[in-house]
């Protein structure tokens, strides 16, 4: 079965002829594709970019009978509200001769309606090569883990992988690109099944978008969630999320069809008694079961299961200091702002946990000098992109409207969440990260939003402003400005945190950096700053007193960390 054939557009389900339609604009050229086809999703189904211009499709699917008129001024007003250039109408089956007069009514009024019937759809496929001309070659770095993934597949005796990667430097691209070489072994050894996993259904979307390239055109490949349970028996491929598939399993005591391969994204989620269930039922990493494949960059986890107890020894490790030793990542120009610290609290400190020293040590609040100090930042950087970390939604909105008050840029609160009555629908987050793509605008002031799971546009600036005592966490948003692009010299990151244990965090960054060689370019990649410049008698004092600093980034706020520090000295 090909990803466009009778079989979808006579039977569907619409979800599948929605995200195989973006499929075939991602292999005809179309960048940031994103599906947006939900409830509040003003009319839009898929928004895309080409040749500068942003285009929106609406996908009809309908067992019988044409699409007609009231589906163009739907169209038509969707493409106003997400301020699209070229409005499309898709469809499984054919249009009305009333919709294709409109459609000469707007090109007279310089409104381009596209019409894709079911016909152009199939033409289009058949025109495409049979593997997708966008597959780039990997880098140098990704070499080793794709073989070692293709290494342990073939070998019989392992039965299971973990890639470790820093975010930045292309986890998914490594696994797609190993089950792509996987899939070219013999007929005899290759998977006939192969079964993604991840843990919310926006990661397992994005993954599906991500693999597109790597599968030629005969491949197709299903979502089964919370949303569609599609025919996994039918496909290559099955992107599931991990709690539907636990629940199938819990209803029916068995997979939807045998795997011979799971992937499983995200892997230090990996071990929760749902994951469990679902591994074990397919005997995942087992002499006799599916061959099982762990992605992640951030590997710790909160408790004391281990990931490696899961899917085996690191076949490949690469941290991000590993990524920013040897050039894999943008060169970072780390700001640690110290000009808050209350030093004459320190005096008499002799044993406190974080908590109670973060109350004694920070005197004041830091939202204006955040802004004055991005405002100085903007021009450091060719065509700046930033994020700014906030803590709250209220506290989002605020530094928003504080930098359109500045006027040197456009911003943006986005948000996941739905406190206090304040809802951003899914519809206006999809624009926003669509004007973010564009340019349009180019601060987002975000709130749990881009940790895991949402593909965001590369950036050059990250603001702190949000206390994490995940590492994880912080790692995962560190990582969304170190991504290499044409034209990127570094990321600047300002760290406005107000937390001790993110000052042991630089201070690690800080040292593990130190003989670094010349990719990194910057002399000092990592400053302590204060309102006058670099303040490396602060960066000093603080080395001294906060003598083990992987302890005390990795402590819990009642742990009682700072026992008996060093005499308070002058700094």
Not at 319 to 346: K, T
Not at 360 to 383: C, G, M, N
Not at 435 to 459: K, L, R, S, W
Request: neutral net charge.
């Amino acid at each position: 079965m090909s990803f466009i054939d009778d079989n979808l557009l006579n039977s569907g389900p619409w979800q599948s002829l929605e995200r195989n339609v973006a499929r075939l604009m991602q292999h005809s050229g179309f960048e940031d594709i994103r599906i947006v086809g939900q409830s509040s999703d003003h009319g839009a189904d898929i928004l895309a970019h080409r040749s500068g211009k942003r285009w929106l499709v609406q996908v009809k699917f309908r067992k019988s009978g044409n699409v007609g008129i009231d589906v163009v001024d739907k169209t038509i007003e969707a493409a106003r509200f997400y301020k699209a250039n070229v409005p499309v109408i898709a469809t499984n089956q054919m249009f009305t001769d009333e919709v294709k007069r409109k459609q000469a009514s707007l090109l007279a009024n310089q409104i381009n309606l596209q019409l894709w019937d079911r016909y152009k759809l199939k033409k289009d496929w058949d025109r495409l090569p049979i593997k997708s001309p966008y597959l780039r070659t990997p880098r140098r770095y990704q070499e080793e883990p794709i073989h070692s993934i293709v290494e342990a597949f073939q070998n019989n005796e392992l039965k299971r992988a973990l890639i470790v990667l820093a975010t930045g430097l292309g986890k998914t691209f490594v696994a797609a690109e190993a089950t792509r070489r996987i899939l070219e072994l013999s007929e005899k050894i290759r998977p006939k099944k192969i079964l993604v996993l991840a843990h919310t259904n926006e990661l397992v979307y994005q993954l599906e978008r991500a693999f597109w390239p790597f599968m030629d055109k005969t491949m197709n490949s299903t979502v089964w969630n919370g949303y569609e349970k599609g025919y996994p028996n039918q496909t290559l491929f099955t992107f599931a999320c991990l709690d539907s598939m636990a629940e199938h399993i819990s209803r029916t005591n068995e997979l939807p069809t045998k795997y011979d391969m799971i992937i499983v994204d995200e892997c230090h989620h990996a071990g929760s008694a749902t994951y469990k269930k679902v591994l074990d039922e397919a005997q995942a990493g087992k002499k006799w079961g599916a061959f099982l494949l762990g992605i992640t960059a951030t590997p710790w986890r909160s408790d004391d299961e281990k990931v490696e107890d899961i899917f085996g020894p690191k076949l490949v490790s690469l941290s991000i200091i590993d990524g920013l030793r040897n050039g894999y990542l943008a060169n970072i120009d780390y700001r640690m702002f110290v000009d808050n610290i209350n030093w004459e609290a320190l005096a008499d400190i002799h044993e406190l946990t974080p908590k109670a020293l973060n109350r004694r040590l920070f005197i004041r609040e830091w939202d204006d000098a955040v802004i004055y100090k991005l405002r100085d930042t903007w021009t450091e950087v060719d065509k700046p992109r930033a994020i700014v970390f906030c803590s709250t939604i209220d506290h989002a909105m605020t530094m928003r409207d504080k930098i359109n008050t500045m006027g040197f840029a456009k911003a943006e609160a986005i948000f996941s969440g739905n406190t206090s009555g304040i809802r951003l629908s899914a519809a206006e987050r999809n624009r926003m990260l669509a004007d973010f793509h564009a340019g349009t605008i180019q601060v987002m002031c975000a709130v749990d939003i881009f940790n895991e799971g949402v593909d965001v546009p590369d950036v050059n600036i990250l603001v702190f402003q949000r206390v994490t005592h995940s590492r994880r966490i912080f790692i995962q948003q560190l990582g969304r400005g170190l991504r290499i692009s044409p034209g990127k010299k570094k990321v600047v990151v300002l760290d406005f945190v107000s937390d001790i244990r993110r000052f042991a965090a630089g201070l690690e960054l800080k040292q593990s950096l130190e003989g670094a060689p010349v990719y990194l370019e910057l002399g000092n990649p990592v400053k302590f700053m204060n309102v006058t410049g670099e303040d490396k008698k602060a960066e000093n004092f603080l080395s001294q007193w906060l003598q083990d600093v992987a302890e005390i980034q990795d402590a819990k706020e009642d742990d009682h960390i700072l026992k008996f520090p060093p005499p308070l000295t002058d700094r």
